[in-house]
């Protein structure tokens, strides 16, 4: 009886959860799941009106990509430049959504052949992309801040 009491007891000493308090335990829990969590990838993509967001992640993403794409192609359809060489280049564009949902340009990548052809391109494209909005990414239901990159085809040919 006496080994068993002492046995009990030894036990009772070396249990790691008696000595940290529950603070300390719900502290760790939570540091546990946020190392599980892929912060990279986010549960619903932005919406912009029109996109179902009760789709699929994979079709979120292509309706929000297809609307940034034909916003783009709408901006560039409304400039008019001139150039004197043809251009056939592709150029960059990263964004970023906030949690808000404000779109706002982080930057263009710079091209020589377009700068040489059209010097304030970039400030025309950022001034036209300005100002626009969507329901924001959600990561755990909660708003986060998404990058993303489109490509800008220019064929002037």
Same mark, same amino acid.
């Given at each position: 009886?006496?080994?068993?009491? +002492?046995?009990?007891?030894?036990?009772?000493?070396?249990?790691?959860? !008696? @000595?940290?308090?529950? #603070?300390?335990?719900?502290?760790?829990?939570?540091?546990?799941?946020?190392?599980?969590? $892929?912060?990279?990838?986010?549960?619903?993509?932005?919406?912009?009106? /029109?996109?179902?967001?009760?789709?699929?992640?994979?079709?979120?993403?292509?309706? @929000?990509?297809?609307?940034?794409?034909?916003?783009?192609?709408?901006?560039?359809?409304?400039?008019?430049?001139?150039?004197?060489?043809? +251009?056939?280049?592709? !150029?960059?564009?990263?964004?970023?959504? $906030? #949690?808000? /949902?404000?779109?706002?340009?982080?930057?263009?990548?710079?091209?020589?052949? *377009? !700068?040489?052809?059209?010097?304030?391109?970039?400030?025309?494209?950022?001034?036209?992309?300005?100002?626009?909005? *969507?329901?924001?990414? !959600?990561?755990? /239901?909660?708003? *986060?801040?998404?990058? @993303?990159? +489109?490509?800008?085809?220019?064929?002037?040919?």
């Amino acid at each position: 009886m006496r080994k068993l009491i +002492l046995l009990s007891f030894l036990c009772l000493l070396t249990s790691c959860e !008696l @000595f940290t308090s529950k #603070e300390e335990q719900t502290k760790n829990r939570v540091n546990e799941e946020l190392l599980a969590i $892929d912060w990279n990838d986010v549960d619903k993509y932005p919406m912009f009106e /029109g996109c179902d967001e009760m789709a699929s992640k994979q079709i979120q993403r292509e309706c @929000f990509q297809n609307k940034m794409l034909q916003i783009a192609a709408d901006t560039l359809d409304s400039l008019s430049f001139e150039v004197e060489n043809d +251009l056939e280049d592709t !150029l960059y564009i990263d964004f970023k959504v $906030d #949690e808000h /949902g404000f779109i706002s340009i982080l930057e263009i990548e710079e091209k020589q052949t *377009v !700068l040489n052809e059209i010097a304030d391109f970039n400030e025309q494209i950022s001034e036209r992309l300005a100002d626009l909005t *969507v329901a924001p990414a !959600l990561k755990r /239901g909660m708003p *986060v801040s998404l990058r @993303f990159r +489109l490509p800008l085809v220019l064929n002037t040919q």
